[in-house]
């Protein structure tokens, strides 16, 4: 069945660096855009990044332009969220989600990576 | 950037209930607009998607409705699994700006 598998969150001093990788399976990822979404502690959702299918197009929030990376390869069936220069405000479970191709629905989301940015 | 607005912020209901959550934006999205479902501690779920075309897998029970800046998802007889944090989500423009969110409590 369709699958995301989130990993690479964990703990982190402001200002430094991690990178968030999504394992997709059970269908074609190649065809399929993209996105990350994160929810703060007690907090509702925020939109984060948005990938297209073949990498031509991304898109991100104010609060992380600049600092976070989307990237994606096809041939791992695998999406990427590099992200720098971490605030404590981007203490969040991070999600990546299958995207509809033509509008900006999340079909399948998957169980989430906790970032924690802390001293 | 558009901005989405849900109310009420909480809800007690029973089951059986007929519920209705309301979103409204703060701009036109025309019916581009989804709807999701949060259990604590699980991933969301999308129910509704283009304002009232349900998700593959969703009880007819959950209902939308709605264009241009006013929508609702309703629920037509509440059962004990949809006790959960309910969000809209616009898909008009970048950025796919969600609402707040609207927790249902059993009463």
């Known amino acids: 069945q369709v699958q995301l598998v989130e990993s690479g969150g964990g703990l982190v001093k402001p200002g430094g660096s991690l990178r968030l990788s999504c394992a997709a399976s059970g269908f074609t990822f190649s065809d399929y855009y993209m996105s990350w979404i994160r929810q703060a502690p007690g907090k509702g959702l925020e939109w984060v990044s948005y990938?297209?299918?073949?990498?031509?197009?991304?898109n991100y929030a104010d609060s992380v332009k600049g600092r976070f990376t989307i990237s994606r390869d096809n041939a791992k069936n695998s999406l990427y969220l590099q992200m720098n220069s971490l605030r404590a405000e981007d203490t969040a479970v991070y999600y990546c989600?299958?995207?509809?191709?033509?509008?900006?629905?999340?079909?399948?989301w998957g169980k989430g990576t906790t970032v924690t940015v802390s001293s | 950037d558009i901005q989405m607005t849900q109310s009420p912020s909480s809800v007690s209901a029973s089951v059986g209930d007929r519920v209705t959550i309301t979103c409204r934006a703060s701009q036109g999205i025309s019916s581009w607009l989804a709807w999701y479902q949060q259990k604590p501690g699980k991933a969301p779920k999308l129910l509704i998607y283009?304002?009232?075309s349900l998700q593959s897998g969703v009880p007819s029970r959950f209902s939308g409705s709605g264009s241009g800046t006013d929508f609702t998802l309703t629920i037509s007889s509440l059962q004990p699994e949809d006790f959960a944090t309910y969000y809209c989500q616009q898909a008009n423009s970048f950025p796919p700006a969600f609402g707040q969110g609207t927790r249902l409590e059993i009463k």
């Open positions: 990938i297209s299918s073949s990498s031509s197009y991304t």
């Open positions: 989600a299958k995207t509809t191709v033509t509008t900006v629905y999340m079909d399948v």
């Open positions: 283009a304002a009232s």
